[in-house]
């Protein structure tokens, strides 16, 4: 799915190594452990490999008060119902996970969670996850077995209501796994996987966004009374299962203090839905406690006025829509630190291949992509955020990711001529309004995209470019189209954006062909060579053959142009300059994403 004003997630486009920062008035980020290795490197050694991290030991910085865009709506961000950014930017506060995304996309092994993560056997693979024995829910009872097994069991369940599958959670790669297999303590698990996986580190993990929160399973059990949630089948539709599909959907929405535990840092004292969100130390916490001892996150999803709080010292920090206004309205206002840098989402326009109109004229494709001037977009829109802001180059990497290759240098620069001779070539004749046809076909594209300014400035920019060229370009913005149009194929072209995290195998659903899980395929492309080289980097260990693999692919869609990447959006914050280190790390927990480490400067 697309992203809308931040809103849904979507298990999309990802990013996984360093990102260049762009810090204004000294924005800064803050980690713990080792320095960021590449991953993988060791296919034998995966597990040994990994970077590890630690949260910090900071002073006390008592109360602090931010806004973000969307707050708060329902403690269990597993389910398709619920998964939205609004809760992400909080579940990691209270969530254990195996790995932290840390400041620079990579993915470190989390100390405080784990005593280790070992790849043990490679056919079959084999991994094996060793939970310290002072991980416990604030209950006091044990992060164990039984909350892996719980998500394992919602994957992997056939039990359906109809057409609904009844944990409405989404199977990739738990489906993978053959047998899990745990000690008598619950504290080493072992999965054994049927066909290798390269992003096991994503399961029962905040970094794959959607899917691998783990939940207090006990409390499920208690609920739904279910002795021994392991004793559950995954393949087979028995009452116990219907018991505890009917919890986890619908007994974890919203915010019961009686049964939305914490087994993090934070936990959550009161929640008003999508209005405003108090966090307070765990007293169950048993690393080094963050330095606010109380978060108030409010949702104000208006940026200026966001802004005005800030400068009116009401909050300490915002994350609003960036736009060049605000970020020079923050960095202008007096004494502020501002965080802009490229995040982890990109903006493209995709051509329907569905329709004739692309499908049948190629030449169209490459003379539109010829005459839209990504420079300029980039430098209107983009560079009064992010000084450095570029157009992007690959769908598959993102810049400053390792093993980064630009396969579209030389498309998009707003060549007129160089579309014209497509054009003609093609066999277009320019017509009398000074718009090719060929025959009753004119080279006219309505471009749809949901009602943002953004969008609609970037396609007024393109209809500019594109006028001299003979391509008549048209704005169809509405506000449905994400949720309605863009999902039923009902577009020219789209424009849109996939929001991304570290989990590579999510990105097989977007490009993939329909007939190969393609469901987020939106624009039916189609290219058997690339269904097969993104289903080999789902199963590639081995990080540099996987960049390498995912490089091919993205060269094979670049020389199809189905789609034309635009940029990355920007990852912006701003904070009062006597608190930091403050940044932004997309979806995992955005401003708030390294809180537990903020203090007084």
């Known amino acids: 799915m697309p992203m809308t004003n931040r809103s849904r997630l979507v298990a999309a486009l990802t990013v996984l190594a360093v990102a260049g920062v762009t810090a204004c008035g000294g924005g800064t980020t803050a980690s713990g452990g080792g320095p960021a290795e590449r991953q993988n490197l060791a296919p034998d050694a995966i597990g040994a490999t990994d970077a590890p991290f630690t949260r910090p030991q900071v002073p006390d910085l008592g109360d602090v008060a931010i806004t973000v865009d969307e707050s708060f709506q329902d403690y269990n961000n597993n389910t398709g119902a619920a998964n939205s950014l609004a809760n992400q930017y909080f579940v990691p506060m209270w969530t254990p996970s195996p790995y932290f995304v840390d400041a620079d996309f990579t993915l470190k092994l989390d100390r405080d969670y784990m ?14 996850w060793k939970w310290r024995p002072e991980a416990v829910w604030s209950d006091g009872a044990p992060v164990d077995c039984d909350d892996m097994y719980l998500l394992y069991l919602a994957a992997r369940s056939p039990a359906r209501d109809g057409a609904a599958q009844v944990f409405d959670s989404g199977p990739t790669g738990y489906d993978q796994i053959s047998r899990l297999d745990c000690t008598p303590d619950g504290r080493t698990v072992t999965a054994t996987f049927s066909t290798p996986y390269a992003d096991y580190r994503g399961l029962w993990s905040i970094a794959s966004q959607s899917g691998g929160q783990l939940l207090p399973a006990h409390i499920l059990e208690q609920r739904a009374g279910i002795p021994d949630i392991t004793k559950v089948p995954v393949d087979r539709d028995t009452p116990e299962v219907r018991r505890a599909g009917q919890f986890f959907t619908k007994g974890w929405t919203d915010f019961d203090p009686a049964v939305a535990l914490s087994a993090g840092p934070y936990r959550i004292e009161r929640a008003t ?58 960095r202008a206002g007096g004494d502020f630190t501002v965080f802009a840098r490229a995040g982890q989402t990109f903006e493209h326009i995709d051509f329907n291949m569905a329709r004739p109109l692309f499908r049948d004229n190629p030449e169209l494709r490459k003379a539109f992509a010829a005459c839209v001037n990504r420079e300029d977009i980039v430098g209107k829109l983009i560079r009064g955020v992010d000084p450095n802001a570029a157009p992007l180059g690959n769908v598959l990497l993102n810049p400053g990711e390792a093993g980064y290759v630009d396969h579209y240098a030389g498309i998009g620069t707003g060549d007129v001529p160089a579309a014209r001779t497509m054009m003609e070539t093609g066999g277009w004749v320019l017509g009398p309004d000074g718009i090719y046809a060929k025959g009753a076909q004119r080279a006219s594209i309505r471009i749809g995209h949901k009602l943002v300014d953004r969008r609609a400035q970037t396609v007024q920019l393109i209809a500019g470019s594109c006028r001299p060229a003979g391509i008549e370009v048209v704005g169809d913005g509405q506000e449905a189209f994400n949720d309605q149009l863009l999902p039923a194929g009902d577009f020219d072209a789209a424009l849109f954006a996939w929001v991304g995290g570290s989990i590579k195998s999510s990105i097989t659903g977007n490009y993939s062909s329909k007939s190969r899980g393609g469901a987020a395929n939106y624009n039916d492309y189609s290219n058997p060579a690339v269904d097969d080289l993104l289903a080999k980097a789902n199963t590639q260990l081995d990080f540099t053959q996987r ?33 930091g280190p403050v940044s932004y790390v997309g979806a995992t927990g955005g401003a708030l994403w390294n809180a537990f480490a903020w203090q007084k400067r």
């Not at 606010?292 to 400068?311: C, E, G, H, N, W």
């Open 547 to 579: 960049q390498a693999t995912l490089n091919e692919a993205d060269a094979l869609m670049a020389r199809d142009l189905h789609t034309l990447p635009l940029f990355s959006l920007t990852d912006f914050s701003a904070s009062v300059r006597d608190i």
């Open 273 to 330: 839905r999508n209005q405003e969100i108090v966090l307070v130390r765990n007293e169950k916490w048993w690393g080094n406690p963050g330095g606010p001892a109380r978060i108030t996150a409010t949702a104000v999803t208006d940026s200026q006025s966001a802004v005005q709080k800030l400068l009116n010292k009401e909050v300490q920090v915002i994350q609003p829509q960036a736009d060049p206004a605000i970020a020079e309205q923050v």
């Open 115 to 128: 005593e280790s993560v070992t790849v043990t056997s490679q056919n079959p693979q084999v991994v094996e």
